[in-house]
T-cell receptor, first 109, second 113 residues
Framework: GQQVMQIPQYQHVQEGEDFTTYCNSS?????IQWYKQRPGGHPVFLIQ?????EVKKQKRLTFQFGEAKKNSSLHITATQTTDVGTYFC?????????FGAGTTVTVRA | NAGVTQTPKFQVLKTGQSMTLQCAQD?????MSWYRQDPGMGLRLIHY???????DQGEVPNGYNVSRSTTEDFPLRLLSAAPSQTSVYFC????????????FGPGTRLTVL
């Protein structure tokens, strides 16, 4: 499957601060999905991006697909304790979904 | 709707034992898949199915078998368990293959001694 690299692997955030996690590929992607997994839980779908330069927002979360469709980012504003978890990007091709290693977010109150 | 269900939640096996992890969905999804999750490695695709009677290998298929006799069920069989198969296993289903939202089950935590 296609390889995607996620950075950073860990993100320690002060409550109220913003942060961004990135998903990068060496090849052009047809689509990218983002999932969130709470500690001890299962991955839950957040969003899918398919268009070059696409930007989608979900409350405090902003998702972006790069113009060249080789990278994507997730930006969270005013981090809350409910944002704790691991965020994965995933790329679909030929019936296979390839996940990045994830960014694990912890929040300091 | 129950969504995607998995049994058991926890399992401990001895090396060489075999077992079947169960997965079922009630959303009439054609696409189903199995992943394993290990620390720091994200989720890796083991096998997937695009419909009843059709299965194919994912990224890490060795040591695992699957079958899909009905749309609802997609069991994963470990033929001869090894310590390297200690992991958390997730089943997922989707209405549009790998290009659509995946619905994940709660997972099975497997330990092989």
């Amino acid at each position: 499957g296609q390889q995607v690299m996620q950075i950073p692997q860990y993100q320690h955030v002060q409550e109220g601060e913003d942060f961004t996690t990135y998903c990068n590929s060496s090849t052009t992607l047809s689509n990218i999905q983002w999932y969130k997994q709470r500690p001890g839980g299962h991955p839950v779908f957040l969003i899918q991006l398919v268009k070059s330069g696409e930007v989608k927002k979900q409350k405090r979360l902003t998702f972006q697909f790069g113009e060249a469709k080789k990278n994507s980012s997730l930006h969270i504003t005013a981090t809350q304790t409910t944002d704790v978890g691991t965020y994965f990007c995933a790329v679909g091709s030929d019936y296979k979904l390839s996940f990045g290693a994830g960014t694990t977010v912890t929040v300091r109150a | 709707n129950a969504g995607v269900t998995q049994t058991p939640k926890f399992q401990v096996l001895k090396t060489g034992q075999s077992m079947t992890l169960q997965c079922a969905q009630d959303m009439n999804h054609e696409y189903m898949s199995w992943y394993r999750q290990d620390p720091g490695m994200g989720l890796r695709l083991i096998h997937y199915s695009v419909g009843a009677g059709i299965t194919d290998q994912g990224e890490v298929p060795n040591g695992y078998n699957v079958s899909r006799s009905t749309t609802e069920d997609f069991p994963l069989r470990l033929l001869s368990a090894a310590p390297s198969q200690t992991s958390v296993y997730f089943c997922a289903s989707s209405s549009g293959g790998s290009y659509n939202e995946q619905f994940f089950g709660p997972g099975t935590r497997l330990t092989v001694l």
